[in-house]
């Protein structure tokens, strides 16, 4: 069974490693290197910062989020990502916490939560679409990948989106 609950410092050890796994993997992110407690800190927004947690607490899941732009008409728009670590991958985690992060999220004002995810991480883009998440738009060739199996690779992304049906907003 899985408990999500909010991201604490205490947690960025395990948090980190499921990063660089995901790092690691090549279809997460085009980071390099996972950042330091105080970047990741300082780049995401107050609220929305999720883990999920075993029926050990070890950490197997984060989600977080980072504002689009610093103008007021996009206060409401975030880009998030979530993690789950590969020994927990196919239990509902992603689930759980992305569920959790659209609550948090839509009490805080936000209309649109959005992201880029690789055309091949299937299980991510089948996750987005079951909680309401679209596509709008894929970005060819966008970057190359620079660590893990698609190493020196062009890759495209495709960028999705969830709209609130919060306020009239859809």
């Known amino acids: 069974m899985t408990m999500v609950r909010a991201l604490e410092r205490a947690d960025w050890a395990a948090v980190e490693d499921i ?9 997460a992110t085009f980071e390099t290197e996972t ?13 929305g910062r999720l883990v999920a947690v075993n029926d050990t607490r070890a950490v197997v899941g984060w989600v977080a989020a980072a504002p689009v732009s610093t103008r ?19 239990r509902g985690v992603g689930a759980d916490l992305l569920r959790a992060f659209i609550a948090v999220a839509e009490m805080n004002g936000v209309w649109t939560v959005q992201s880029s995810v690789f055309p091949e991480n ?15 738009g894929r970005r060819e060739r966008i970057a190359r990948s620079l660590v893990g199996p698609w190493a020196g690779q062009w890759r495209d992304t495709l960028l999705i989106e969830r709209r609130s049906t919060m306020n009239g907003r859809t």
């Open 19 to 27: 990063y660089r796994e995901g790092i690691e993997g090549g279809n």
């Open 72 to 90: 007021a008409a996009y206060r409401g728009v975030v880009e998030h990502s979530v993690y789950v670590a590969s020994s927990a991958q196919g």
């Open 35 to 47: 950042p330091t407690w105080d970047a990741f800190d300082g780049g995401k927004t107050r609220f």
């Open 122 to 136: 299937t299980a991510s883009i089948r996750l987005h679409q079951a909680l309401g998440f679209r596509e709008v």
